[in-house]
């Protein structure tokens, strides 16, 4: 996969740490997850999906996911512990990543175009992760304008995007939308995480 420029590919869940790097904006883990996750959440129903939107510990993800695939009606299979401890997993590492305790948790059931528009979140720097369907787009391009070239990352492999809070004085480049899929019948299952800085720690 050609990658724009500041655009990273890591093949550790470590070298997601690369986001930090001068010139780097964002990082795609390239990974072979678990190969039961996919066709099991292929064959689920969109109203089977899990979803979810908290503000919890990372250490708490784990058991939090289990509640909500009960609560969202996601049936128990061994994909479905296998897709909460991935989870789980991607939740430690980037609270670690972003050295902050909370996080913003979101899974998101997509059928429309969502953020149709190329642009740059309004945080310090966002996980994303497609677990179903077509995945996030990126491209090279000043805000406001269309990237010339845009890149699909690929499915169940997570992005680490630098937003406009990042700490530092240069620009990030790289946008991203929702891939264009009105109208298409897909359903999309994406793992969105945020970091969350203002939360005293619990005593």
């Known amino acids: ?8 590919i890591a093949n550790t869940v470590s070298g997601l740490s690369a986001i930090r790097d001068a010139g780097c904006t964002a990082v795609i883990l390239s990974r072979q997850p678990p190969p039961q996750i996919q066709p099991w959440l292929n064959a689920l129903e ?3 999906l899990p979803r979810a939107r ?4 990372a250490d708490r993800v784990k058991d939090a996911l289990c509640s909500i695939c009960e609560t969202s009606g996601v049936p128990k299979a061994a994909a479905r512990s296998l897709l909460i401890d991935d989870i789980a997993a991607f ?18 059931v997509v059928t429309t175009n969502a953020c149709r528009k190329f642009h740059i979140d309004a945080v310090t720097a966002r996980l994303v992760c497609t677990y179903r369907g077509q995945t996030t ?5 000043e805000l ?4 010339d070239v845009v890149i699909s ?46 939360l005293e720690e619990e005593a």
């Open 144 to 147: 406001g304008c269309d990237p």
């Open 1 to 8: 996969m050609r990658v724009p420029t500041g655009v990273t």
């Open 54 to 57: 908290v503000i919890l510990r």
């Open 137 to 141: 787009q990126l491209g090279e391009a």
């Open 46 to 48: 969109p109203e089977q």
């Open 91 to 108: 939740a430690l590492h980037f609270s670690d990543l972003m050295n902050v305790q909370h996080l913003r948790l979101r899974l998101d």
């Open 153 to 198: 990352v690929p499915q169940s492999c997570p992005v680490v995007l630098r937003g406009t809070n990042w700490p530092s004085d240069a620009r990030t480049r790289i946008l991203h939308r929702s891939p264009p899929i009105e109208g298409s019948g897909e359903s999309r299952l994406l793992l969105v995480l945020d970091p969350i800085y203002d």
